[in-house]
C-alpha cells in the first residue's frame, strides 16, 4: 500500500463537507497538502470551507451534489473527475454526510416509512454509491482511502432513532464486507463510531429536544454531552483527527469508536482478501 507521502498531491472527496465533521476534513486535508473537493448542497457554506482552504495556502474545489436523487453520484462523480484533472487521481474518500431525525418508533402515520427510506438514502445508499463511483479507479491504481463516518448509533440502539442506527447499522456492516473483498488491493476502508458532536447534527436535535420538553437549549446540550461516556461532546476536530489517522495509515477494517473519553479501536486491520 502506498505511505501517506506518495498519496499527496492527490485529490480527496469529501461529503458533508459544507460544515461540521466534514468541513473540518476538508480543511485538515488541504493543509497536508492535498486537493479537497468539498461536497455538498449549500453552495454559499462550501464555498466558505474552500476559500477558508485556500486562504491556508491549501487547494480546494466545491461540488454540488444532491445524494437523494438518483443518479446524482454518478454525475458528480465524473464532474470531480474533471475538477482535479491537473491536480492528481481521486485516491480519498471521506464520507461524512448524514441526517438524524428522531421520532417514536411507532409513531405511523404518513411520512413514517419515507423517514427510513431518508435516512437509508442519505446515510447508507449514498455512502456506498460513492465506494461503487470511485474505488473502482483506486483499485486499478493499486492505492486509495475511503473511510465511511458511522456513530455509536451503528454500534447500539438509542430510543427514538430506529431510522437511524439502522442506517448507521447499515453502513457498518457495509464497511466491515468491503474491507475483506479489498484487503491486499492498495485500497482501504474503514469506518469512525462518533458518540454525540459538537456540530450542526447535534444542535437540529437540540432544537427538537427544546421543542418537544420543556428544556433549555443548555440544559438540552447537556443531555447530550451526559450520554457519551466521557461526560462531554465531541469536537468536530477530535473526529477529523481520527478520521485523518485512517487516511495516513494504511489499516483496512479497522473500526475506531470515539465517546469523548478515549479512541477505541474496535476491529481491524484486516489484511487477507476473503
Not at 61 to 68: F, G, I, Q, W
Request: charged share 20%.
Amino acid at each position: 500500500m502506498q505511505t501517506h507521502a506518495a498519496m499527496q498531491q492527490s485529490a480527496i472527496l469529501i461529503t458533508g463537507a459544507s460544515s461540521g465533521i466534514g468541513a473540518m476534513v476538508a480543511l485538515r486535508a488541504a493543509r497536508e497538502g492535498w486537493f479537497a473537493l468539498v461536497a455538498g448542497r449549500d453552495r454559499a457554506r462550501m464555498q466558505a470551507v474552500v476559500d477558508a482552504a485556500r486562504s491556508g495556502g491549501g487547494m480546494a474545489a466545491s461540488l454540488e451534489v444532491e445524494l437523494e436523487q438518483p443518479g446524482a453520484i454518478a454525475r458528480a462523480a465524473l464532474q470531480a473527475g474533471r475538477l482535479c484533472a491537473e491536480v492528481g487521481p481521486i485516491v480519498g474518500l471521506v464520507n461524512a454526510a448524514g441526517i438524524a431525525v428522531s421520532a417514536p418508533l411507532l409513531s405511523g402515520g404518513e411520512g413514517a416509512s419515507d423517514l427510513y427510506e431518508r435516512h437509508m438514502s442519505v446515510n447508507f445508499h449514498a455512502a456506498r454509491r460513492w465506494v461503487e463511483a470511485l474505488a473502482p479507479a483506486m483499485r486499478a491504481q493499486g492505492r486509495g482511502r475511503i473511510v465511511n463516518v458511522a456513530s455509536s448509533a451503528g454500534l447500539r440502539g438509542y430510543a427514538y432513532t430506529a431510522a437511524y442506527c439502522a442506517s448507521k447499522h447499515a453502513l457498518l456492516g457495509y464497511t466491515r464486507a468491503a474491507a475483506r473483498e479489498l484487503a491486499g488491493s492498495g485500497v482501504s476502508i474503514a469506518a469512525v463510531c462518533p458518540h454525540f458532536v459538537d456540530s450542526p447534527l447535534t444542535d437540529a436535535s437540540v432544537q427538537r429536544l427544546v421543542e418537544k420538553t420543556r428544556m433549555s437549549a443548555a440544559e438540552a446540550r447537556e443531555f447530550f454531552a451526559k450520554q457519551n461516556p466521557g461526560g462531554r461532546l465531541l469536537s468536530t476536530t477530535e473526529v477529523a483527527d481520527a478520521i485523518w489517522s485512517l487516511i495516513e495509515g494504511e489499516e483496512n477494517g479497522t473500526i475506531l469508536e470515539l465517546d469523548g473519553a478515549r479512541v477505541l479501536r474496535l476491529e481491524g486491520p484486516v489484511r487477507e482478501k476473503a
